[in-house]
T-cell receptor
């Protein structure tokens, strides 16, 4: 079936450093790729998404890149801050199904 | 501001009991979803619904059923709870398939 692989499962960085999380997907017809952030004890919330007709999207310190040929997409966080500490989930909306397939999550820890 | 609420934050049930988890959204969203969240497995889709009285199986529907009698309400039913259904259950809603999914606060279910 369709699946999304997410790496790394944990990531520890110093405040101010950059963090990169990568996801690969299997369905070449996938066309929508959101990223969700879940802080400890809270619900997941969308932070950024990208559609298959663009290769990159930025929102302040957050950016997402998409490589359709290689079937992977990445989340980039620059100038990390302690409040960026959370679990991040990637997802893709596979072309043949109207449902999101989520990655297993990346636990990001930003140390002051 | 979208609000998705779930009937319970914490629930303890016995093996074999019938369990009802309710989700209500106030934004007139067409789509509603039930996920379970387990460490290292991300968010796995149990069932989803595009419209009143419509339901579709997700990736792990076994042992669960759902009901959507009204647009704003989506119920998850565990017909006979088992210990392997101990998990965090998250409900979500969205306006469209390529739109933001808004999550509820989650119900942490413990089956003894």
């Amino acid at each position: 079936g369709e699946n999304v692989e997410q790496h790394p499962s944990t990531l520890s960085v110093q405040e101010g450093d950059s963090a990169v999380i990568k996801c690969t997907y299997s369905d070449s017809a996938s066309n929508y790729f959101p990223w969700y952030k879940q802080e400890l004890g809270k619900r997941p919330q969308l932070i950024i998404d990208i559609r298959s007709n663009v290769g990159e999207k930025k929102d302040q310190r957050i950016a997402v890149t998409l490589n359709k040929t290689a079937k992977h997409f990445s989340l980039h966080i620059t100038e990390t801050q302690p409040e960026d500490s959370a679990v991040y989930f990637c997802a893709d909306l596979s072309g043949g199904y109207n449902k999101l397939i989520f990655g297993a999550g990346t636990r990001l820890a930003v140390h002051p | 501001d979208v609000k998705v609420t779930q009937s319970s934050r914490y629930l303890v049930k016995r093996t074999g009991e019938k369990v009802f988890l309710e989700c209500v959204q106030d934004m007139d969203h067409e789509n509603m979803f039930w996920y379970r969240q387990d460490p290292g497995l991300g968010l796995r889709l149990i069932y989803f619904s595009y419209d009143v009285k419509m339901k579709e199986k997700g990736d792990i529907p076994e042992g669960y059923s759902v009901s959507r009698e009204k647009k704003e309400r989506f119920s998850l039913i565990l017909e006979s709870a088992s210990t392997n259904q101990t998990s965090m259950y998250l409900c979500a809603s969205s306006e469209g398939t390529q739109e933001t999914q808004y999550f509820g606060p989650g119900t942490r279910l413990l089956v003894l």
